[in-house]
């Protein structure tokens, strides 16, 4: 079994930073991928963010120049840095971690921006 737990997540004004984690925990064994995906209210779930095993990155043009993803291999943990926050980047968060065929999700972590 393997958990997920995100943190970080809150309230901000327009323009500010928050900087989300992720810890993989339990039966973990080679990470292929992790990332970050949203899901706003009435949307659908959408790729926000994500990272290779070998540190191939991958954002949505939405967060391009504005977002970073970046992984902690030895303590199996995805980071989101997210600057210059704008209202249309609030939505729910949600970690996503693929190893082998199997893939897992946290549990979520509300971004509120404030305009």
């Known amino acids: 079994q393997v958990q997920l737990v995100e943190s970080g997540g809150g309230l901000v004004q327009a323009g500010g930073s928050l900087r989300l984690s992720c810890v993989a925990s339990g039966s973990i064994f080679s990470i292929n991928a992790m990332g970050w995906y949203r899901q706003a209210p009435g949307k659908q779930r959408e790729l926000v963010a994500s990272?290779?095993?070998?540190?191939?990155?991958n954002y949505a043009d939405s967060v391009k120049g504005r977002f970073t993803i970046s992984t902690d291999n030895a303590n199996s943990t995805v980071y989101l840095q997210m600057n210059s926050l704008k209202p249309e980047d609030t939505a729910v968060y949600y970690c996503?971690?693929?190893?082998?065929?199997?893939?897992?999700w946290g549990q979520g972590t509300q971004v509120t921006v404030s305009s």
């Open positions: 996503h971690v693929v190893m082998g065929v199997s893939t897992y």
């Open positions: 990272i290779t095993r070998g540190g191939i990155s």
